[in-house]
T-cell receptor, first 112, second 112 residues
Framework: AQSVTQLDSQVPVFEEAPVELRCNYSSSVSVYLFWYVQYPNQGLQLLLKYLSGSTLVESINGFEAEFNKSQTSFHLRKPSVHISDTAEYFCAVSAGNTPLVFGKGTRLSVIA | NAGVTQTPKFQVLKTGQSMTLQCAQDMNHNSMYWYRQDPGMGLRLIYYSASEGTTDKGEVPNGYNVSRLNKREFSLRLESAAPSQTSVYFC???????????FGPGTRLTVL
């Protein structure tokens, strides 16, 4: 079975500073990895995903994540955050034919 | 396309009452899911349906039943609501199990 650990439950950061949200997973087979974002009182939206190929994946709003197989990690980064990035972020893993398993979430608070 | 829709958006029940949460998707997806989201717990899978005609238990199925009515619709029923079922419920769908999931806006349920 797969599992996901998001190492930080809350991350406060000043506007225009860089941020890293950490995600580690556990699986005995090859995995697909996802980051979702949830804005207040909304459902989850896909931010980016790794299925295969290049280990660095990017989103349209400046986030990127790198799949590191040896460290079983898929950390999310952004070089300069905006107030509008304030949200909860969820890392998820799938073995390919099983439902996604989600981490407990990291609440990113961007401070002006 | 509406994507994934859920009804109702809000509901208040008394302990012991029953209700059904409705979910529909218009993306011709094969797989559908029900999650609950509680503070600090992330998303926990209640039930899922990998394809029309099949349903399987997730992590927290006790107290719930589901029906995959057709390819578009997947309902969640609480037969006898308990305060522990106070939560936000999300429905999601994907083309196949393990693929990227698309989420509905959620149903906020309070059981008194």
């Amino acid at each position: 079975a797969q599992s996901v650990t998001q190492l930080d439950s809350q991350v406060p950061v000043f506007e225009e500073a860089p941020v890293e949200l950490r995600c580690n997973y556990s699986s005995s087979v090859s995995v697909y990895l996802f980051w979702y974002v949830q804005y207040p009182n909304q459902g989850l939206q896909l931010l980016l995903k790794y299925l295969s190929g290049s280990t660095l994946v990017e989103s349209i709003n400046g986030f990127e994540a790198e799949f590191n197989k040896s460290q079983t990690s898929f950390h999310l980064r952004k070089p300069s955050v905006h107030i509008s990035d304030t949200a909860e972020y969820f890392c998820a893993v799938s073995a390919g034919n099983t439902p996604l398993v989600f981490g407990k979430g990291t609440r990113l608070s961007v401070i002006a | 396309n509406a994507g994934v829709t859920q009804t109702p958006k809000f509901q208040v029940l008394k302990t012991g009452q029953s209700m059904t949460l409705q979910c529909a998707q218009d993306m011709n997806h094969n797989s559908m899911y029900w999650y609950r989201q509680d503070p600090g717990m992330g998303l926990r899978l209640i039930y899922y349906s990998a394809s029309e005609g099949t349903t399987d238990k997730g992590e927290v199925p006790n107290g719930y039943n589901v029906s995959r009515l057709n390819k578009r619709e997947f309902s969640l029923r609480l037969e006898s609501a308990a305060p522990s079922q106070t939560s936000v419920y999300f429905c999601a769908s994907s083309e196949v199990s393990g693929d990227e999931q698309f989420f509905g806006p959620g149903t906020r349920l309070t059981v008194l």
